[in-house]
């Protein structure tokens, strides 16, 4: 047994299994990380944009047709 724990072959598959045993975590969480905040941008970006137009669309008509106009446009949003 003595033998066998001493081999070079048994000590650097050890090594490599305590190295990917801490390392498997912290790749597990940047990916997570990583994905996580690309569904949040493909959620949000879409938003920013339609709340953009919006205002936009609004600031275009005059301030007597305001009213009328942010019913129209708001109401319209399905």
Do not use: C, K, W
Request: net charge negative; glycine share 6%.
């Amino acid at each position: 047994m003595e033998r066998l724990i001493n081999t070079l072959r048994l000590r650097l598959m050890s090594v490599v299994l305590v190295i990917h045993a801490a390392l498997v975590p912290l790749l597990y969480l940047g990916v997570t990380a990583i994905v996580t905040d690309g569904y949040a941008e493909l959620f949000v970006n879409p938003a920013r944009s339609y709340s953009q137009l919006v205002a936009d669309e609004l600031e275009a008509s005059g301030p007597d047709d305001f009213e009328r106009r942010a019913v129209q446009v708001l109401d319209g949003v399905s």
